[in-house]
């Protein structure tokens, strides 16, 4: 269908045509699933390498679709992005995410702060560090409850890198997230007044065995402590892996060799049994 037009193009290609029906039905949707609260956080944990003691968790998003299914965020967000919703759908994030640590404090769970992906798109509104503030008080938690991991820092303006530097003076600990790919590197880390350093999972996949195969790895962990950074190794998928971050002075494992993200329901079991392994 090489010549033909464009209409025609999308005709005859079933695959790209169904596609396009997709997305905009899940367009569509966006406004109703936040009505009907088809949006929700799995929690996966972060441990301390040192005490092997779970520290935290990021709150990843999922969308309970209605039609589709469990959909994950690479399916919406970056169309949530697009169309804007991903503001309203971020301020829902935040409300989960600090509903939830209420929740575990009421059931004596024990608290540990919850890391909230943030887009490039929600700093850059005027209102993001008051509205972040105004909801982590609504819920009666300490600005210290409360992570953001931000990412493409470079798409960041003035006024955004403004609105962190007020974020961190008053207490939530930023993160920056996918670092070693190109969209956050040693660059950024001079732009914004963060406090954590994700190594992104792309690199920790590179780390085969206890040697020190993974040179950009390590370097970044000894980079990250002169610069006082605690650094988070994510996508850890073995013991291996485990040994060797340990080793290299990694603070802080995340990935599928600890725990896979979970409902907030299963927090409680799994801290159980994490303690006793
Ligand atoms: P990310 O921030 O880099 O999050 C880590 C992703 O790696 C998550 O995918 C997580 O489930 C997955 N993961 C964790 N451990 C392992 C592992 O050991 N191996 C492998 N292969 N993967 C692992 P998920 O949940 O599908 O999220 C994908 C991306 O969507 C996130 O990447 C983040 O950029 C974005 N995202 C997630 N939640 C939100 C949100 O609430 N708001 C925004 N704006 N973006 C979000
Ligand atoms: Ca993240
Ligand atoms: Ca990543
Ligand atoms: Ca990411």
């Given at each position: 269908a090489k010549k033909?037009?464009?209409g025609q193009y999308r005709f005859f290609d079933q695959s790209l045509n169904l596609?396009?029906?997709e997305e905009f039905h899940l367009e569509q949707s966006f406004a109703e699933a936040l009505r009907n609260r088809e949006f929700v956080l799995h929690y996966q944990p972060q441990v301390c390498l040192d005490s092997?003691?779970?520290?935290?968790?990021?709150?990843l998003v999922r969308w309970h679709h209605p039609e589709f299914g469990l959909l994950f965020p690479d399916r919406f967000i970056p169309m949530a992005e697009n169309s804007g919703f991903v503001i309203p759908l971020g301020m829902e994030v935040l409300r989960l995410a600090c509903a939830q640590i209420a929740q575990w404090k009421v059931d004596n769970v024990p608290v540990r702060p919850v890391a909230v992906n943030v887009s490039p798109i929600q700093l850059a509104q005027q209102e993001f560090c008051r509205d972040v503030i105004n909801m982590i008080h609504q819920h009666g938690l300490k600005t210290c409850h409360l992570e953001l991991e931000i990412t493409e820092t470079a798409m960041l303006d003035a006024k955004a890198v403004e609105s962190l530097h007020s974020l961190k003076a008053a207490g939530v600990k930023l993160s920056l997230d996918d670092f070693g790919t190109g969209y956050s590197g040693f660059?950024?880390?001079e732009a914004v007044p963060v406090d954590k350093l994700k190594i992104d999972r792309s690199l920790i996949a590179k780390i085969c065995n206890s040697h020190d195969d993974?040179?950009?790895?390590?370097?970044?962990?000894i980079l990250a402590k002169r610069m006082d950074l605690k650094v988070v190794a994510e996508g850890v998928e073995t013991r291996e892996q485990v040994v060797h971050l340990k080793v290299a002075g990694c603070d802080i494992a995340q990935g599928y060799h600890l725990s896979r993200p979970m409902p907030p329901e299963?927090?409680?079991?799994?801290l159980r049994?994490?303690?006793?392994?």
């Open positions: 033909a037009g464009r596609k396009d029906v092997m003691e779970v520290i935290g968790y990021e709150a660059a950024h880390l993974s040179p950009i790895v390590s370097s970044t962990i299963d927090v409680p079991g799994f049994t994490f303690a006793e392994a």
